[in-house]
């Protein structure tokens, strides 16, 4: 079992950035390291999509082309935490933003595969 709790979105200006945070408690018999860990998001009225991934041990990443060269995932094991750095954020990039946990590489960027989410971020930026 694992619960995700995000923080760190808000309204920004286009050019701005913003660093979301997850963290995530472990039941016991697991450790942070056990799960991949995604960033996905969903914009009204369309599908939740995958932004970043990052496995377990922290040496692979994936990012969706649009954010390519913007956005970076990392993660914290001593935290317990995975962080989503998005710089120079685009009105398009608006949407709520989901953490997601998954035992599996190629789950954890499909929202069906996807283990464990969290509550969801608002991230608005303003044109």
């Known amino acids: 079992q694992v619960q995700l709790v995000e923080s760190g979105g808000g309204l920004v200006q286009a050019g701005g950035s913003l660093r979301l945070n997850c963290a995530a408690s472990?039941?016991?018999?697991?450790?942070?390291?056990?799960?991949?860990m995604g960033w996905f998001r969903q914009a009204p009225g369309k599908e939740r999509d995958a932004v970043a991934a990052?496995?377990?041990?922290?040496?692979?990443?994936y990012y969706a082309d649009s954010v390519k060269g913007r956005f970076t995932i990392s993660r914290d094991k001593t935290k317990n935490t995975v962080y989503l750095q998005m710089n120079s954020l685009k009105p398009e990039d608006t949407a709520v933003y989901y953490c997601?946990?998954?035992?599996?590489?190629?789950?954890?960027?499909?929202?069906?595969?996807?283990?464990?989410w969290g509550q969801g971020t608002q991230v608005t930026v303003s044109s």
């Open positions: 997601a946990a998954a035992t599996g590489w190629g789950s954890i960027v499909h929202p069906l595969l996807v283990d464990y």
């Open positions: 472990v039941a016991s018999g697991r450790t942070f390291s056990s799960y991949h």
């Open positions: 990052i496995s377990g041990s922290g040496t692979s990443t």
